[in-house]
């Protein structure tokens, strides 16, 4: 049994910096909705995560990981979401973690999978409000800042830096020879988007790799991936693809 207490667990800062912004963004947009939906995330990520780890008779459950994964698919989905959409993509996002396993750890970011699900079968809107991307840019300081806490505490710079700067670049090129919507990709709530998933989703810890060099491919993998998709697809998946091709690149890695 781990001596460290709560709070100085990784999963404790990624969920502080999680529901301190679902607090800012909540009050600055006075939308009620986005706390409904939440609750609805929280409720079925857990409740669906208790299932499956009696079912496959785990001796010790903490549902830290659902209920992150439950904060940033409601942080992600639109507030104008259905609840039972919002519950759906939950359970998909939590099956997909206890299904799909390789060495008892999920093989793709829940929470991606589940959205990315979401998109494929309900078309959901995905505004990324707890982002602050419908909020003055001043707001992205507070990401920055949890996000800055969450990347620390799990040792992912070099992940977060080579995912960014290559995805920041390659949207630059694009952009300079008007390649799809790379422009759009510099504004919000596009900007927001990918600083959030740089700093909450790209450093989960138990679907991406530990070595500095390893991080570095990993993000530089993403970045890749991702800015392809939305150069010549657009819409809202690719990030979420990027980020799947890249845990399956690393189970892959590992196994050789």
Same mark, same amino acid.
């Given at each position: 049994?781990?001596?460290?207490?709560w709070h100085?667990?990784?999963?404790?800062?990624?969920?502080?910096?999680?529901?301190g912004m679902?607090?800012?963004?909540?009050?600055?947009?006075?939308?009620i909705?986005g706390?409904?939906?939440?609750?609805?995330?929280?409720?079925t990520?857990?409740g669906?995560?208790?299932?499956?780890?009696?079912?496959?008779k785990r001796k010790?459950?903490?549902p830290?990981?659902a209920v992150?994964?439950?904060?940033?698919?409601a942080?992600i989905?639109?507030?104008?979401?259905s609840?039972?959409?919002?519950?759906?993509t939950?359970?998909?996002?939590?099956?997909?973690k206890?299904?799909?396993?390789y060495?008892?750890?999920?093989?793709?970011?829940p929470?991606a999978?589940g959205l990315?699900l979401s998109?494929?079968?309900?078309?959901? +809107?995905?505004?990324w409000?707890?982002?602050?991307?419908d909020?003055?840019?001043?707001?992205i300081?507070?990401l920055l800042l949890g996000?800055y806490?969450?990347?620390?505490?799990?040792n992912?710079?070099p992940q977060v830096?080579?995912?960014?700067s290559?995805?920041f670049? &390659?949207?630059f090129?694009?952009?300079?020879?008007h390649?799809?919507?790379a422009?759009d990709a510099?504004?919000?709530?596009?900007?927001n988007?990918?600083l959030?998933?740089?700093l909450?989703?790209?450093?989960d810890?138990p679907t991406?790799p530990?070595?500095?060099?390893?991080q570095?491919i990993?993000?530089?993998?993403?970045?890749i991936?991702?800015?392809?998709?939305?150069g010549?697809?657009g +819409? &809202?998946?690719?990030?979420f693809?990027?980020?799947l091709?890249s845990?399956?690149?690393?189970?892959?890695?590992?196994?050789?």
């Amino acid at each position: 049994m781990s001596t460290h207490p709560w709070h100085k667990k990784p999963k404790s800062y990624v969920i502080i910096s999680l529901v301190g912004m679902l607090m800012i963004a909540a009050i600055f947009s006075l939308d009620i909705k986005g706390i409904y939906n939440t609750i609805i995330a929280l409720v079925t990520a857990v409740g669906i995560d208790l299932i499956c780890s009696r079912l496959g008779k785990r001796k010790k459950w903490l549902p830290d990981g659902a209920v992150i994964t439950g904060l940033i698919i409601a942080l992600i989905l639109s507030t104008a979401t259905s609840w039972y959409i919002v519950a759906i993509t939950a359970i998909m996002a939590i099956v997909s973690k206890h299904l799909l396993v390789y060495k008892k750890k999920p093989v793709f970011n829940p929470a991606a999978f589940g959205l990315l699900l979401s998109i494929l079968f309900f078309q959901t +809107g995905q505004s990324w409000w707890g982002a602050f991307g419908d909020l003055p840019v001043w707001t992205i300081g507070f990401l920055l800042l949890g996000g800055y806490a969450v990347t620390n505490r799990v040792n992912k710079f070099p992940q977060v830096f080579a995912f960014l700067s290559v995805y920041f670049l &390659l949207l630059f090129l694009m952009g300079f020879v008007h390649v799809g919507e790379a422009a759009d990709a510099f504004r919000p709530p596009f900007i927001n988007a990918s600083l959030f998933f740089a700093l909450f989703m790209l450093t989960d810890p138990p679907t991406s790799p530990v070595s500095n060099k390893d991080q570095v491919i990993f993000g530089l993998l993403s970045a890749i991936v991702g800015v392809v998709i939305y150069g010549f697809f657009g +819409g &809202l998946m690719y990030l979420f693809i990027g980020l799947l091709i890249s845990n399956a690149y690393h189970v892959v890695r590992s196994r050789t």
